[in-house]
């Protein structure tokens, strides 16, 4: 099967793309080999970022992973699921920049939404607008970013937000992944300066 991905004069142009695309799935193969699935955790979280950690010091050529922790959607009994997975949170992000100490690595952690301020008849909050970000990494100046948000001074029961998630978006694109934040988040935006130059 190694003949499959060599170049030949006679293949077509679509021909030549597959082959290209075949090698470049055997190198990626090559450069995973060293990334083994963690052992059995009981952290779904950490396991996915030690995996994440593995391929960062197996120098694999990724710029951004992504890793999901689920269940934040707290319509009911809020109180406990919240302190379930925050201390999950806490756990495996502890763990992960542990590991990363010293690497050019960010850590960011978001929500698709926010949760309204006022609890509903079932000891849970509905969806809202606002929501905080979490950034870590040994490239990040540590701090707050924004205005704390008030509890009283509500839009329709919703927290007004006080940082435009783009600013984020933009200071990461250009400083970490380094490219032109521009066509993803438009024109004008600034960084916030919570990452070191």
């Known amino acids: ?44 979280l ?15 050529p990724a710029r951004v992973y992504t890793v999901q922790l689920g269940g934040f959607d707290t319509h009911a009994g809020e109180r406990g699921t919240q302190q379930r997975l925050l201390q999950t949170f806490d756990e495996a992000v502890t763990g992960f920049v ?18 309204r301020v006022r609890a509903n008849a079932s000891q849970g909050t509905d969806h809202g607008t606002a929501g905080p970000v979490f950034i870590a990494g040994a490239p990040v100046n540590r701090g707050f970013y924004g205005e704390q948000p008030s509890l009283t001074d509500l839009d329709n029961g919703d927290l007004k937000y006080t940082t435009d998630f783009r600013d984020i978006y933009h200071e990461l694109l250009a400083r970490t992944v380094g490219t032109d934040p521009a066509p993803s988040v438009g024109a004008g935006r600034r960084d916030l300066g919570f990452l070191s130059a």
């Open 98 to 115: 542990a590991q990363m100490a010293g690497r050019n690595v960010v850590l960011m952690a978001y929500s698709e939404f926010g949760r």
């Open 46 to 60: 950490a396991a996915q970022l030690d995996v994440v950690a593995q391929a960062v010091k197996a120098r694999v």
């Open 1 to 44: 099967m190694t003949a499959l991905g060599d170049d030949d004069p006679d293949d077509t142009p679509a021909m030549a793309a597959v082959c290209k695309a075949y090698r470049a799935a055997r190198t990626a193969d090559a450069t995973f080999a060293s990334v083994k699935p963690p052992a059995k955790q009981n952290n779904s």
